[in-house]
């Protein structure tokens, strides 16, 4: 068996002296490890770096081996991003995430084409931290989506107002709003505009939408396989509450 697609390194393990490990995101083919042969080498070293995007070639006897994998540059983003720390760190994040998260050989076209989307926000001079926080906050409610876990920020589940949504409940993922949760506010997330539809957004709403899907990521995705969120997460919250 053997496929060949555009993909997004997530990762890089040592096998042996000078060979490696590697899981991508193919766009056709989801996420995928396989054997690369001189991967830790000089040659290659600079290829096989987290979001960098690569042609990817996948071939093994039988479909269940681990199967080996030849890799062309196509973007190199990450060394882009080596003196834009919260943006290397929101990168390394995402990866990482995606890596623990997303089943291995099941199709994730539309997980790839946001991820795509995410990466082109991060390396852009352009777009300013918060225009790609905002993205990336969204971009992990999707995930969540995408995997079965959505959050419904429609109306209040406790009257079906759609007007003054301003909380989550942590049980139900589902939006509250501000007089059926004033009671129990204590227990609620903050719940931002931006997360519903256009608004502005400020350090704090970020950091409340941040909140939101670290909270149902740990419960839903990471938490039942044993795992954390990744430490870059961690990192680059703390240089976006830094500027």
């Known amino acids: ?67 080996s994998m030849t890799l062309e540059l196509k973007v190199a983003r990450a060394a882009q991003l080596f003196a834009r720390p919260a943006r290397l760190a929101a990168l390394s994040s995402t990866a990482a995430l995606l890596l623990a998260a997303l089943p291995e050989r099941q199709p994730q076209a539309k997980v790839y084409e946001a991820f795509v989307e995410l990466l082109h926000m991060l390396t852009d001079d352009q777009i300013d931290d918060q225009e790609w926080a905002i993205a990336l906050v969204r971009f992990e409610a999707g995930l969540l989506a995408e995997l079965g876990f959505g959050l419904d920020l429609s109306a209040c589940a406790a009257t079906g107002e759609v007007a003054n949504l301003i909380y989550v409940s942590p049980r139900s993922g589902r939006a509250v709003g501000a007089e059926a949760g004033r009671p129990y506010k204590e227990k609620l997330l903050s719940l931002p505009a931006f ?10 709403d970020i950091r409340a939408g941040f909140a939101i899907t670290g909270y149902f990521l740990e419960r839903h995705l990471l ?14 919250l703390g240089y976006l509450a830094d500027h």
Request: aromatic fraction near 6%; proline fraction near 4%.
């Open 1 to 67: 068996m053997d496929w060949s697609d555009d993909a997004i390194i997530l990762g890089t393990r040592k096998y042996g002296e000078a060979d490696a490990l590697v899981d991508v995101l193919a766009h056709r083919e989801g996420r995928y490890c396989g054997f690369v042969r001189g991967g830790m080498g000089r040659r290659q070293r600079g290829i096989l770096q987290v979001g960098n995007g690569v042609q990817a070639s996948w071939r093994a006897r039988v479909e269940a081996n681990l199967g």
């Open 195 to 204: 997360m519903i539809g256009p608004a502005a957004a400020d350090r704090e």
């Open 223 to 236: 938490g039942p396989l044993g795992r954390p969120l990744p430490d870059a997460r961690a990192r680059m």
